[in-house]
T-cell receptor, first 111, second 114 residues
Framework: RKEVEQDPGPFNVPEGATVAFNCTYS??????FFWYRQDCRKEPKLLMS???SGNEDGRFTAQLNRASQYISLLIRDSKLSDSATYLC????????????FGPGTRLSVLP | DVKVTQSSRYLVKRTGEKVFLECVQD?????MFWYRQDPGLGLRLIYF???????EKGDIPEGYSVSREKKERFSLILESASTNQTSMYLC?????????????FGPGTRLTVL
């Protein structure tokens, strides 16, 4: 079993749609969780950290369920500019080391 | 604005050549990383360093070495480039003191070995 698994995608959705991505992780000792966004042929960039209480940033909402070892990302009112690959990232510590990346889920928002 | 820079965006080398990829960060981060990214395989860690002159092997260190003589600079070396090392190489850095300790990535170097 892979350490971090994500929906395989791709997700093709119309503008304005709501789309949700799921991510599961195998290491129950994981401490920090992130969603990164990667545009085609560009580097990954942090979209948002994921906190135990859940957090929201504009149209983006991240949730963490430690009991189920599950992370989600919800995008509301999708824009064309949201088209990218979304990477789930998990770390077992708070020392900024040992990042484990999921394979990514590609999203295409269609006009 | 935090920054991780890489020495080249695109590089073409021949089989057997020695290749140096350099990465510099200006955030005073302790940790630096080298990844390669290939279609269908995602990001794979080659090496990381948690301090000057310290290094740890990642998942795929074979055929690579690294050097960290200064805190802000982390170099990836391909001793004798091979065609299967054609890939996108991404450098990243992260801190250890407080905050979320997320990784910041450089723009990547797309290496082609002929």
């Amino acid at each position: 079993r892979k350490e971090v698994e994500q929906d395989p995608g791709p997700f093709n959705v119309p503008e304005g749609a709501t789309v949700a991505f799921n991510c599961t992780y195998s290491n129950s000792a994981s401490q920090s969780f992130f969603w990164y966004r990667q545009d085609c042929r560009k580097e990954p960039k942090l979209l948002m950290s994921v906190y135990s209480s859940g957090n929201e940033d504009g149209r983006f909402t991240a949730q963490l369920n430690r009991a189920s070892q599950y992370i989600s990302l919800l995008i509301r009112d999708s824009k064309l500019s949201d088209s990218a690959t979304y990477l789930c990232v998990v770390t077992p510590d708070n020392y900024g080391q040992n990042f484990v990346f999921g394979p990514g889920t590609r999203l295409s928002v269609l006009p | 604005d935090v920054k991780v820079t890489q020495s080249s965006r695109y590089l073409v080398k021949r089989t057997g050549e020695k290749v140096f990829l350099e990465c510099v960060q200006d955030m005073d981060h302790e940790n630096m990383f080298w990844y390669r990214q290939d279609p269908g395989l995602g990001l794979r860690l080659i090496y990381f360093s948690y301090d000057v002159k310290m290094k740890e092997k990642g998942d795929i260190p074979e055929g690579y070495s690294v050097s960290r003589e200064k805190k802000e600079r982390f170099s990836l070396i391909l001793e004798s480039a091979s065609t299967n090392q054609t890939s996108m190489y991404l450098c990243a850095s992260s801190g250890t003191s407080g905050g979320d300790n997320e990784q910041f990535f450089g723009p990547g170097t797309r290496l082609t070995v002929l």
